[in-house]
């Protein structure tokens, strides 16, 4: 595709219950990222992969979060038991390997905990 | 961990003055500072990044300045024009060759151009 697809775009959910976002970035993009953005904050770091393992995971708040990325290519990020605090928009990015640094953001997966 | 300031949390100008955007770092081992403009709904998208090994740096009417002793570094934007009104985002974080660690981002500039 042309650009960092995500889905769902909008997920609305009760406490408690299990998410799982979606991410497939541009196509033989090997750093791939994940962050969330709270209304009116800038991007919140969460997770980055290179290829298949996460190189740097240090800001996912809790155990409740995790994110896969099988194959290199698509990742999943999973929330657990989610809290109404959990309500963000959930942002990727990729990158190409050797890249000058610049993010391809995706349009984001607006989540709501009710 | 790293810590971005950014001001002013909104900024309105003159369309045709320049803007003026702020931030501060904490970490004195970040080496590679992006700037990010943000549409109302749409995905950030780069603008501008500089790396430390700089101090300025420009493309057209955008322009980044970095002071590594101060740990501070700034956007201007001259000629302001309506399609500059977005949020504008400052980074700050690690470069290496094979890409980008993860960011620390600013809380955003909401820049508002006059006509």
């Known amino acids: 595709g042309a650009g960092v697809s995500q889905t769902p775009s909008n997920k609305v959910t009760e406490k408690g219950k299990y998410v799982e976002l979606r991410c497939d970035p541009i196509?033989?993009?090997?750093?791939l990222y994940w962050y969330r953005q709270s209304l009116g904050q800038g991007p919140e770091f969460l997770i980055y992969?290179?290829?298949?393992?996460?190189?740097?995971d240090s800001g996912l708040p809790n155990d409740r979060f995790f994110a896969v990325r099988p194959e290199g290519s698509v990742s999943t990020l999973k929330i657990q038991r989610t809290e109404r605090g959990d309500s963000a928009v959930y942002l990727c990015?990729?990158?190409?390997?050797?890249?000058?640094?610049?993010?391809?953001f995706g349009e984001g997966s607006r989540l709501t905990v009710l | 961990g790293e810590n971005v300031e950014q001001h002013p949390s909104t900024l309105s100008v003159q369309e045709g003055d320049s803007a003026v955007i702020k931030c501060t770092y904490s970490?004195?081992?970040?080496?590679?500072f992006p700037w990010y403009k943000q549409e109302l709904g749409k995905r950030p998208q780069l603008i501008i990044d500089?790396?430390?090994?700089?101090g300025e740096k420009k493309d057209q009417r955008i322009a980044v300045t970095l002071n590594k002793t101060a740990k501070h570094f700034s956007l201007h934007i001259t000629e302001t024009q309506p399609e500059d009104s977005a949020v504008y985002f400052c980074?700050?974080?690690?470069?290496?060759?094979?890409?980008?660690?993860?960011?620390?981002f600013g809380k955003g500039t909401h820049l508002i151009i006059q006509p």
């Open positions: 990015a990729s990158s190409p390997t050797g890249s000058a640094g610049e993010l391809f």
């Open positions: 196509s033989g993009h090997t750093a």
């Open positions: 992969f290179q290829g298949t393992g996460a190189a740097d």
């Open positions: 970490d004195s081992a970040s080496n590679y």
């Open positions: 500089i790396r430390s090994n700089v």
């Open positions: 980074a700050a974080g690690m470069y290496s060759g094979g890409g980008a660690d993860g960011l620390t």
